[in-house]
């Protein structure tokens, strides 16, 4: 299994993460603005079964990623530098659902996902602000996201996100410090250190999932953390 970060991500996190699988630290230059540069949400759109990659992600990551036998599709639009363009691909897609500011949204991504009901929502960096933990159950650090899934009837918890870390930022996004494979909910950080840590954690406890954090610090936004 191949395992995507940040290479920004903390040292002790990026260890953890070595013990699940083969970890690819994620580092690109010139292409979009530093704080996110190495965000694995980014440049890449995970549906359930097919992995969407911007065109212009550096050729280095698309031979290992090659190499694993993922089923990849090339989106149209590349990455670009600022706000909208650098949003394209940070869509969040359950088993039914595409959630995205659909004016920013990559066609491929629209295309493949052409069956889902689509939830649109004003912030185009979707992924970063939202943990789609099932159709039905979502944690945003984002108030807008959370109140246009509950007019879906979607059940999402809100937690504030001061105290997360994004460098040149006031703070980064929950979505951002996390990653889902199987039943487990992987943290860069300790959610000791989130003022809403307490209850996230039960709220993941009570959806069934097992939550690792990946190292004792506060919560650190690395754009997700991807499995393939």
Do not use: W
Request: some cysteine; proline content about 4%; glycine content about 10%.
């Amino acid at each position: 299994m191949l395992i995507i970060v940040d290479k920004k991500a903390p040292g002790k996190a990026k260890d953890s993460l070595s013990e699940y699988g083969d970890v690819i630290e994620l580092e690109t230059t010139g292409i979009t603005y530093d704080a996110i540069s190495g965000h694995p949400d980014i440049f890449f759109h995970k549906s359930e079964n097919k992995l969407i990659v911007a065109p212009n992600l550096p050729g280095k990551y698309m031979e290992k990623i090659m190499a694993s036998e993922p089923e990849v599709i090339k989106g149209e639009q590349d990455v670009g530098e600022k706000y909208p363009a650098s949003s394209a691909y940070n869509a969040v897609s359950t088993a039914n659902l595409l959630i995205h500011n659909f004016r920013n949204t990559d066609s491929s991504i629209t295309r493949l996902l052409e069956d889902a009901d689509l939830i649109h929502v004003d912030q185009g960096y979707t992924r970063c602000n939202l943990l789609a933990l099932s159709d039905e159950h979502f944690i945003s650090s984002d108030t807008g996201i959370a109140r246009v899934l509950g007019r879906f009837d979607k059940d999402c918890l809100y937690v504030n996100p001061e105290g997360i870390l994004l460098e040149g930022f006031k703070h980064g996004f929950i979505g951002g410090c996390c990653g889902i494979k199987d039943n487990k909910v992987f943290i860069l950080g300790s959610l000791a250190y989130l003022n809403d840590g307490a209850v996230m954690q039960q709220y993941l406890q009570d959806q069934g999932f097992e939550i690792i954090e990946l190292y004792d610090g506060p919560l650190f936004d690395g754009g997700s953390i991807l499995f393939i």
